[in-house]
T-cell receptor, first 110, second 114 residues
Framework: AQSVTQLDSQVPVFEEAPVELRCNYS??????LFWYVQYPNQGLQLLLK??????LVKGINGFEAEFNKSQTSFHLRKPSVHISDTAEYFC????????FGQGTELSVKP | DTGVSQNPRHKITKRGQNVTFRCDPI?????LYWYRQTLGQGPEFLTY????????KSRLLSDRFSAERPKGSFSTLEIQRTEQGDSAMYLC????????????FGSGTRLTVV
């Protein structure tokens, strides 16, 4: 069985500062890994995904994530955040169906 | 490609009533998924279809819940005898082999049971 743990429920950060949202996963088989963003009262939008190959994955809106197999982590990073990045972020693992973490609320302050 | 469409966007119902939600997936996607999301939580898997066949159901899907996907196109999720605990956002997603089964989500249906 797969599971996902997002280590921070809330991350407050000032505009233009760097940010890292942490995600650890558990799986006994090879998996695909994803980050999704959810704006208020909206569905989920795919930010980026790791299927295979390069462990550094670049996504939309300037986000990137690094797959670390030895640490079973898939942390999301952005070097400089904007107010518009304020949203809920979900890490997910897919070994069959998609399993989500509990989410991290990113709050960007001016 | 108009994306995944869910209707209605919002539904308020009285406890004990039945409700039905509809999901129209991307037309060439053969897999369709239903998730439930409560406030402050990540989406939880409910069930999925490959074409018209319902291949997996979560234990979260009590006998008051039923999902169908006639002819492998749109899907409906019905909740009978709604309870306050059913209040949540119900998300639908679709995928296909052509995009490595990457999920495309709809905007969801928010259910409030009063």
């Amino acid at each position: 069985a797969q599971s996902v743990t997002q280590l921070d429920s809330q991350v407050p950060v000032f505009e233009e500062a760097p940010v890292e949202l942490r995600c650890n996963y558990s799986s006994s088989v090879s998996v695909y890994l994803f980050w999704y963003v959810q704006y208020p009262n909206q569905g989920l939008q795919l930010l980026l995904k790791y299927l295979s190959g390069s462990t550094l994955v670049k996504g939309i809106n300037g986000f990137e994530a690094e797959f670390n197999k030895s640490q079973t982590s898939f942390h999301l990073r952005k070097p400089s955040v904007h107010i518009s990045d304020t949203a809920e972020y979900f890490c997910a693992v897919q070994g069959g169906k998609l399993i989500f973490g509990q989410g991290t609320e990113l709050s960007v302050k001016p | 490609d108009t994306g995944v469409s869910q209707n209605p966007r919002h539904k308020i119902t009285k406890r004990g009533q039945n409700v039905t939600f509809r999901c129209d997936p991307i037309s060439e996607h053969n897999r369709l998924y239903w998730y439930r999301q409560t406030l402050g939580q990540g989406p939880e898997f409910l069930t999925y279809f490959q074409n018209e066949a319902q291949l997996e159901k979560s234990r979260l899907l009590s006998d008051r819940f039923s999902a169908e996907r006639p002819k492998g196109s749109f899907s409906t999720l019905e909740i009978q005898r709604t309870e306050q605990g059913d209040s949540a956002m119900y998300l639908c997603a679709s995928s296909s082999r052509q995009n490595n089964y990457g999920y495309t989500f709809g905007s969801g249906t928010r259910l409030t049971v009063v």
